[in-house]
């Protein structure tokens, strides 16, 4: 490694990688990891192939879609969401807000009675002309106003409590995006009706590859990095002085750095910085996840993953990674994934929560026993969801800004402390190459 690189990539998750592959200059990646791939790492075992949770590529932007096929080459698999929702000791398809058929008579009547009326006092608001009032941008109340209280009694609120960790009352509105479907009416009165299939939402189809979990992708891509440096810890952060340091001792001068380390832990490692910054730093909140996947005994199962939001479960959602590519799994058995969300302040012992896991898969019906389970493979994601709180968005704009004036360009999903997928990990990452070979 030289002692000066012209631009440094922090983090070889695909974002970083994506800006490397494509920068044509001086520039070195580094990554704290034995591998690099970030949360798109998959671990074999007996096997098995399992990822950090499922992984599926949602391709919108045909920029995106030609390098992922370019990478993947044959090595890959195109499906059609088959996913469900579990609740009220039944199963019934996902999105929830637009499929009531088969829920209880009474839950059903509640969510379609709730969603009828919202419509109507919307109808009503839009009919007295003169300015619209601005959509709440308090979650709970958003809720509330699209959907009606059964909606958000049974789906809305405990799910996204146990995603979130924080109360629905915490969240702002601002992630949204396309990762909540907001179904028309006449689309909810026909899935109240009628159990059909449902194309809403921003995942519909995804592609996966057919080998190697989703580190194929991170391995075709890495193919294309002239330098990467693995075991390499960036611990701190000479802004004056354009000089980092490994964890091993190791410095290195810099004149531009990319980052796709998470924001506070940038901030934590930068000095000089301004009180501001490294407050806006201290405010930012995260949940991690304890991602328990397991090789359990096929029983015949076609679904892809399936939503839990009542709170006696401790999962708020499970998947057959097997159903994505049965290659992940050797041939009789299947390959399953479960997540739970915790606050990474208040960390809950973790047997606890394996133990809680496997009775909820028993609950749920994916497994029978124990004796159904060949092996697991428990992993923890410590950044997994940056929590979109009130004081989230104001110190995500102050620390981004700080860094950009000084030639630190933060991307993906926890460089700039958002909820974003691997396909903007590998947009940012490709925008950060074009800018840099502009400016060169
Ligand atoms: C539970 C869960 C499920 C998801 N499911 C999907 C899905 O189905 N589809 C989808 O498109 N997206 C999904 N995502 C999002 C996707 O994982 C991310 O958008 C993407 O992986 C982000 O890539 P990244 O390179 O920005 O970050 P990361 O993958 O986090 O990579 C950052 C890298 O930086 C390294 N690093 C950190 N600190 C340092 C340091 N100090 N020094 C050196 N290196 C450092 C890390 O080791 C890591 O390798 C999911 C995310 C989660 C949490």
Known sequence: ??????????????????????????????EAEARPGGLCRSERLEGFTFDRTGHLLHLRHPRTRGLVEELLGANRVERTRDTWVHSHGVTTRYPFQSNFH????????????????????????????????????????????????????????????????VPPGRLTTEWLGRFVPRPELGEVIRGALSDRPSEAGY?????????????????????????????ARVVDIDLRARRLRLADGTQLGFGRLVSAVPLPALVRMCHPLPDGVRAAGRALRWSSVYNLNLGVRERGERRHWVYVPEERFALYRFGYASNFSP???????????????????????????????????????VIRSLRDVRVECPLVLEHAYAIYDRARSAAVARALGHFRRREIVPIGRYGRWEYSSMEDALIQGLEAADLLNNTK
């Open 203 to 231: 995942n519909a189809r995804f592609l996966y590859p057919r080998r190697g979990g989703i580190e194929a992708l991170v391995r075709a891509l890495a193919r294309r990095v002239p330098r990467l440096h693995c075991g």
């Open 102 to 165: 088969g829920l209880p008579t009474e839950v059903a009547v509640e969510c379609l009675l709730g969603v009828i009326e919202a419509h109507v006092r919307a109808a009503r608001r839009g009919r007295h002309g003169g300015a619209r009032p601005p959509e709440p941008t308090r979650f709970d109340r958003w809720v509330l106003e699209r959907f009606g209280p059964g909606v958000a009694r049974h789906f809305m609120f405990p799910y996204n409590r146990k995603l979130w960790t």
């Open 327 to 365: 290659a992940v799994a050797p041939e009789g058995w299947a390959a399953v994934y479960t997540e739970v969300a915790f606050d990474p302040r208040r960390p809950p012992a973790l047997g606890d929560l394996r133990a809680r896991v496997l009775r909820d898969l028993v609950a749920l019906g």
């Open 1 to 30: 490694m030289a002692d000066f690189h012209e631009t440094v990539f922090l983090g070889g998750g695909l974002s970083c990688l994506a800006a490397a592959a494509g920068f044509r200059g001086d520039g070195l990646v580094l």
